[in-house]
């Protein structure tokens, strides 16, 4: 089975810079994602997700690291339930790192608030397709195992 998302397509002020969103749940609640195929890890905002209780998980390490930031402060959570359109995850590891620096850039110029990131992690173990000229995401349902990330 196959979950199909309308992509909304943002420019931040000057032409040629795009940045893909959708629109998913975290534990009930809608918020904005951002694709971020250039991120190895999907992350989470520590800040506006804080039923995903931050915790620390014997002998594993994080790290984090943007392009024009130094290594960012991260923390292993877990969300009850995420859902991308039909494609549902519950009980999901997850890393959260703070991105108010993220939403500082995006409210300059959108009223997007973004709750995660969604990286090539994600992207790859759902065989994503981004059609551009459909702005759509096509992901592949794969199931989840308990307490995967």
Same mark, same amino acid.
């Given at each position: 089975?196959?979950?199909? #998302?309308?992509? =909304?397509?943002?420019?931040?002020? !000057?032409? +040629?810079?795009?940045?893909?969103?959708?629109?998913?749940?975290? +534990?009930?609640?809608?918020? =904005?994602?951002?694709?971020? *195929?250039?991120?190895?890890? *999907?992350?989470?905002?520590?800040?506006?997700?804080?039923?995903?209780?931050?915790?620390?998980?014997?002998?594993?390490?994080?790290?984090?690291?943007?392009?024009?930031?130094?290594?960012?402060?991260?923390?292993?959570?877990?969300?009850?339930?995420?859902? #991308?359109? @039909?494609?549902?995850?519950?009980?999901?590891?997850?890393?959260?790192?703070?991105? *108010?620096?993220?939403? @500082? #850039?995006?409210?300059?110029?959108?009223?997007?608030?973004?709750?995660? #990131?969604?990286?090539? =992690?994600?992207?790859?173990?759902?065989?994503?397709?981004?059609?551009?000229?459909?702005?759509?995401?096509?992901?592949?349902?794969?199931?989840?195992?308990? +307490? !995967?990330?």
């Amino acid at each position: 089975m196959k979950t199909v #998302l309308p992509i =909304d397509i943002v420019t931040l002020g !000057e032409d +040629n810079s795009y940045h893909l969103f959708v629109s998913g749940a975290i +534990n009930g609640r809608k918020y =904005d994602l951002l694709i971020d *195929t250039g991120a190895s890890h *999907t992350i989470f905002d520590a800040i506006l997700i804080p039923e995903a209780p931050a915790s620390k998980a014997a002998g594993q390490k994080i790290q984090s690291a943007g392009i024009h930031a130094g290594e960012l402060k991260s923390s292993i959570g877990r969300i009850r339930k995420f859902k #991308l359109g @039909d494609l549902k995850c519950s009980n999901w590891t997850v890393i959260l790192i703070d991105l *108010t620096h993220v939403n @500082d #850039l995006y409210k300059k110029f959108t009223k997007k608030r973004v709750a995660g #990131l969604i990286g090539s =992690d994600f992207m790859l173990k759902h065989k994503a397709i981004i059609d551009y000229k459909k702005r759509e995401l096509v992901l592949r349902n794969i199931k989840q195992k308990r +307490n !995967e990330k």
